[in-house]
C-alpha cells in the first residue's frame, strides 16, 4: 500500500501556481519524498525529490515540513501541458529493490 | 544522455498466446532494471526488478516471468497469457539509491 495521502483531485489557472500537498507521516528518516507525474497513456515522468530540504528544479519547487510528515509540489506557472496524475512517493527499500509504491495521485486539470 | 526504450507500443493478443516485451537502456553502465505494470484506474505495481545480469527478484506471484541476458536488457515474457495480465507495461531504470527511476513510454496490453 502507498505510505502517502493526496486530494484525488485538483483545478489551477492556467499562469497561476499549482500547489499539490501530500500527507506522508509515516516517512522514515531516511527515505526520500519523490514526485512523478502520468500524463494519459505515457510513461511517468520524474519532477523532482528531496530528504530533508526544500528542492527547486527547473520544472517545479519541492517544500518538505520540518517534520517530514508533509509536503507540497509547486508548478510556478502553470501551462495546460502540466495537466496530469501527480504522484507523491515515498522511496521504499534500498539496494535495488527500491521500488516505487505508486497510490492513486493527484488528478490536476489546468484550465485557461 | 541515457534513454529507455520499450516495445511495441501496443500489443492485442487471445489467450493462451505467449509474450514477450523488450526494454534497452543506453548511456550508462549496469543499472537496476524494473518491471511495472498498470491496470486500468489503478496505480503502478511493481512485478520485477533486477540489479545484475542474470539476478531477477520477483515481487508478486504472476503468470509472468522476467529475464536480463544483457546488462541494459530487461525481457518480460508470458508461455500462456491470462485475461488478467492486460495492462499498461513499464520498464525502469535507476542507479540506485537516492536516484529517481526513470520509465520508459510504456507497452499496452490487451488479451482478447
Known amino acids: 500500500d502507498a505510505k502517502t495521502t493526496q486530494p484525488t483531485s485538483m483545478d489551477c489557472a492556467e499562469g497561476r501556481a499549482a500547489n499539490l500537498p501530500c500527507n506522508h507521516s509515516?516517512?522514515?528518516?531516511?527515505?526520500?519524498v519523490y514526485w512523478y507525474r502520468q500524463i494519459h497513456s505515457q510513461g511517468p515522468q520524474y519532477i523532482i525529490h528531496g530528504l530533508k530540504n526544500n528542492e527547486t528544479n527547473e520544472m517545479a519547487s519541492l517544500i518538505i515540513t520540518e517534520d517530514r510528515k508533509s509536503s507540497t509540489l509547486i508548478l510556478p506557472h502553470a501551462t495546460l501541458r502540466d495537466t496530469a496524475v501527480y504522484y507523491c512517493?515515498?522511496?521504499?527499500?534500498?539496494?535495488?529493490?527500491?521500488?516505487?509504491?505508486f497510490g492513486k495521485g493527484t488528478k490536476l486539470t489546468v484550465n485557461p | 544522455s541515457q534513454t529507455i526504450h520499450q516495445w511495441p507500443a501496443t500489443l492485442v493478443q487471445p489467450v493462451g498466446s505467449p509474450l514477450s516485451l523488450e526494454c534497452t537502456v543506453e548511456?550508462?553502465?549496469?543499472?537496476?532494471l524494473y518491471w511495472y505494470r498498470q491496470a486500468a484506474g489503478r496505480g503502478l505495481q511493481l512485478l520485477f526488478y533486477s540489479v545484475g545480469i542474470g539476478q531477477i527478484s520477483s515481487e508478486v506471484p504472476q503468470n509472468l516471468s522476467a529475464s536480463r541476458p544483457q546488462d541494459r536488457q530487461f525481457i518480460l515474457s508470458s508461455k500462456k497469457l491470462l485475461l488478467s495480465d492486460s495492462g499498461f507495461y513499464l520498464c525502469?531504470?535507476?542507479?540506485?539509491?537516492?536516484?529517481?527511476?526513470?520509465f520508459g513510454d510504456g507497452t499496452r496490453l490487451s488479451i482478447l
Open positions: 525502469a531504470w535507476g542507479v540506485g539509491d537516492a536516484k529517481p527511476q526513470h
Open positions: 512517493i515515498v522511496r521504499v527499500g534500498r539496494g535495488g529493490s527500491e521500488k516505487l509504491v
Open positions: 548511456g550508462t553502465s549496469n543499472p537496476n
Open positions: 509515516t516517512i522514515s528518516g531516511n527515505e526520500y
